[in-house]
């Protein structure tokens, strides 16, 4: 017996309805070749409204989701998702479509502008975009910036440098934007020094994307003086922003010499990962470089907000439209609720709980980096007579979602844990006793982790199997 | 298979010399460090390599590794049995498993091959440190 | 603040134990001159009701409600079910990240299983993958998948592909040794023009990308396409803006095209001002190891029982780094399962009746419009959904103006992506619109002058 409910095609009978369109009283014929028509589409699904219902929420059971307990997933920011933001965004009056004129979505453009310059009050940088869809996307937008301004100032380089803790789209990004990789090692201490900086920095380099607080969720302190040799060698420095919220209200990465960057509204700006997107990862760029930000721009003239679609240096057009608007409504919504007042104490909250992690864990955990760290904590599995995934999968059967694992790849065995701001004491209390008691069971009854979970509706899976032999779709009689 | 019979890189392939040509596949202790593999690219048939160009791809569930081209040549056979059961590699590396063959073209590359008793010293060697 | 569960006993707490006096010691790292910067540019917090208001406020400054609309152009009204909207609001499809732990992950990794499936049935091509961020940047990956999987590296593109689809494969190319080539398209009917295509076409030439039904709204007949360019062992790529196109008109792979991709907003996303959206890709099995984005399998757990993962993932980048197919990572996964949900709850009939309808409806303004001496009907047959209007005295603003007097958007003008092209309008319609609404249009229509 399947504890998942059986897919939507095999609860499929003939005649069964669940839309409730009326026919149309408009009379007409149709006007295309008939060749170019379908008959209807073998297998598609014929269900009722209320089995609808009750499939949907049969596997809306079977999720772990941010809203029934802890995600520490690092360098990932699972904060709460406020409830009202969801309202906002669904509300009628956004519901525009983004061809509308502009004097008929003067709202749906003031909050563009208005998002923009929240999160140039927060970064210090001079200018943003909220077109990029996620965050590889701000990435590859910040680098098509980077090189579109060097070929412009006569060579756009060849390479860009990247720290060996740095998250994959990094490389990926770069590698679109038609640069070469350097992998730069990350010093003892988990960061990059200026002495290990030197010798990659020839004159071929383009950039440094550096994500700051990094992966490890160390702050890079030597960033500014990273910034100057960069620039004294006319390269330019990229910073990720996936771990912005450790920074929130603490310091703006403007201040600190970065040319270009981009955030996730997804982690810092509490929008809901929905299962893995939509994220959105708008970018922002020094004064030097807003001439090459990616079109539309919203711009205010006089009173009026209008839209700006060509400018003689962009980088053209990263995205349909103008971006995931829903999600910067509900970005704008949470700052607003923020405000002055709380901004600040998000980064603080964060970091506490981070370390209060970090402090309860390590005598339990090895700690490659006994650095100091903001918003997250890495620990590795060195010693420990089981492995990072078999602690992972046993966090499952005690009920809470595990921390990021094998990630940065320069950690053994890697945990990498983020509580964020939203999780309580008393919540991260629970976490330490519960780490404790599988670490304890791992010397004296292994068997609990390396056959855990038991307690989820299915058990470990056979991912092996799914990429041996892919089975990506329904076919009629064969799933089973 | 006589393991002494082989030479091999250390990049942990294994090469197999018959006449001007060699067969040429990735090692048990490359097998073990991949873990269930999962996918085998073999090069096109035809293809020139220089020794060292990358020339099959193996994929485990989470992990990507290039095969390098021990000697400089081209592929006259590819293992047709790893399209579909790309386990062999795991199961029989030396034999069923073996990725292909290429022809020699510069002979003496195989000379900058080890011997199995050099292979087995450098595990050795890896293991230790 | 009620997002902030630390109370201040609890930081103190927190503080003691890990050995800190003071907040600030936590940052350290940080250059103390750059460090707590001055917040005084920031506003002020708002409460939960001044937040609403705050926003409604924002809300009513957007005056397009009550207005009557005809706009298309990649963006398209559809009804949606409340069940769709009820189901895919609940926080366990929202607040979930990506399945990376799949025991505690079916719910998601199901869903998306069947939204494959589902778009796997709507193109007949072989697989899908779970999701990409919208039309545009689904067909520039599609671009990028043509090259990969043909080592070529020239593109030809059709003038009738979605202008901003155009400008983002441009903006995604720009740096790489891609070939971009643009193929004619007939003034006659609105369709790629074959001679054109046949001079472009070399051996060479890594694919042919479409988009049909076409940004002039026409549907292509896209068989004398994929045959123009198979022999030259170039793919036939299908660009799609109006899914909803998929579910009217012939399957793809009927007609031996190779890749279809595009955006899948029309099942069951709300406008949302242009995101997010939904981008997706189908392809033959031959491109599988080449695709871009997660995928979603089916596989066994311990106990033998069924279950999903994500799969095939070393063609990822958190694995092959810059050597990926793609550097995407999230995705649009909660708009691909809400897309299944849509497609479940509509069904085969009720699918097949707004898909019916949006044509049927496009084809009852034709035939009335086709006798009007205000407009010109430019394509009068094999167009899908959307209807491409000659103003026959003035430009398209003018018209556009004295329609949206009678509070009517009538189409996108045609000037906004072809500068030249001053006197065309392109109107999409849709099964939301009711024949009162298609004849007030007509009326209006009727008026201009």
Known sequence: MSPLPDLIFEISREGKTAHGLGASRVQSKPAIDPGLLRTAIAGFPQVSEVEIVRHYMALARLNYSLDQGLYPLGSCTMKYNPKINEKLAASEEFQAHPYTPHELVQGNLELMARLEEWLVALTGMAGFTCAPAAGAHGEFTGMLIVRKYLKEKGDPRRVVLIPDSAHGTNPSSAHFAGYEIREIPSNAEGIIDVEGLRPFLKNDVAALMMTNPNTLGIFEKNITAIADALHANGSLLYMDGANLNALLGIVRPGDLGVDVMHINLHKTFATPHGGGGPGSGPVGVAAHLLPYLPVPRVVKDGGKYGVVFAAPHSIGRIKNFYGQFLVMVRALAYLCSLGRENVRQVAEDAVLNANYLRKKLQDVLDLPYPTATLHEVVFSDKNLPVKTLDIAKRLLDYGFHPFTIYFPLIVHGAMMIEPTETESKETLDEFIAVMKKILLEAREQPDLLLQAPRQTPVRRLDETLAARQPVLKWHKGENR | MELEKLLFTKEHEWVRLEGDSAMVGITDYAQHELGDVVYVELPGLGKELKKGDPSANIESVKAVSDVFAPLSGTIIEVNPKLAANPELVNQEPYSEGSLFKMKIKQPDEVKELLDHKKYEEYLRGIAGE | ?449
């Open chain 3, 1 to 449: 603040m009620r997002y902030l569960p630390l109370t201040d006993t609890a930081r103190e707490e927190i503080k003691k134990a890990i050995g800190i006096d003071d907040s600030k010691e936590l940052f350290k790292s940080i250059p103390a001159d750059k460090s707590y910067f001055d917040l005084a540019a920031i506003p002020s917090a708002l409460s939960e009701p001044e937040l609403i208001a705050e926003f409604k406020a924002m809300g009513r400054k957007n005056l397009f409600p009550g207005y009557l609309s005809f706009l298309g152009s990649g963006a398209y009204a559809h009804f949606i079910p409340e069940v769709v909207a009820y189901l895919s609001a609940k926080g366990e499809f929202l607040t979930p990240y990506t399945p990376y732990q799949p025991e505690v992950s079916q719910g998601n990794l199901q869903a998306i299983f069947e939204y494959q499936t589902m778009m796997t049935m709507l193109t007949g091509l072989d697989v899908a993958n779970a999701s990409l961020y919208d039309g545009a940047t689904a067909v520039a990956e599609a671009v990028l998948l043509a090259v990969r999987k043909s080592g070529r590296q020239r593109i030809l593109l059709a003038d009738s592909l979605h202008p901003e689809y155009s400008a983002v494969v441009r903006t995604y190319t720009q740096n790489l040794p891609i070939e971009l080539v643009t193929v004619n398209v007939n003034e006659a009917d609105g369709r790629i023009n074959l001679n054109d295509l046949q001079a472009k076409l070399n051996d060479q030439t890594a694919a042919l990308v479409f988009q049909s039904p076409n940004f002039l709204g026409v549907v292509e007949d896209s068989a004398v396409l994929a045959q123009a360019v198979h022999p030259q062992h170039a793919y036939a790529v299908q660009a799609v803006a109006e899914a909803m196109s998929l579910a009217y008109l012939r399957p793809a792979a009927d007609f031996a095209v190779d890749v279809v991709a595009g955006e899948a907003q029309s099942f069951g996303l709300s406008l949302g001002f242009g995101g997010p959206y939904l981008g997706f890709m189908t392809a033959r099995e031959e491109f599988l190891r080449q695709m871009p984005g997660r995928i979603v399998g089916q596989t066994k757990d311990l106990d033998g029982k069924r279950g999903y993962v994500l799969t095939l993932s070393t063609r990822e980048q958190h694995i092959k780094r810059e050597k990926a197919t793609s550097n995407i990572c999230s995705n649009e996964a909660w708009c691909a399962l809400r897309a299944g949900m849509y497609l479940a709850t509509m069904g085969k009939d009720g699918l097949a009746l707004a898909a019916g309808d949006s044509h049927l409806h496009a084809a009852y303004f034709v035939s009335k419009a086709a006798k009007s001496r205000q407009v010109r009907i430019v394509y009068q047959k094999n167009f899908y959904n959307e209807v491409l209007l000659e103003i026959k005295k003035g430009t398209a603003e003018a018209f556009l103006t004295a329609l949206k007097k009678n509070k009517i958007l009538a189409g996108v003008p045609l000037n906004w992506f072809y500068p030249t092209v001053s006197n065309r309008v392109l109107l999409a319609f849709s099964e939301v619109h009711s024949r009162e609404d298609i004849d007030r249009l007509l009326q209006a229509m009727g008026e201009y002058s």
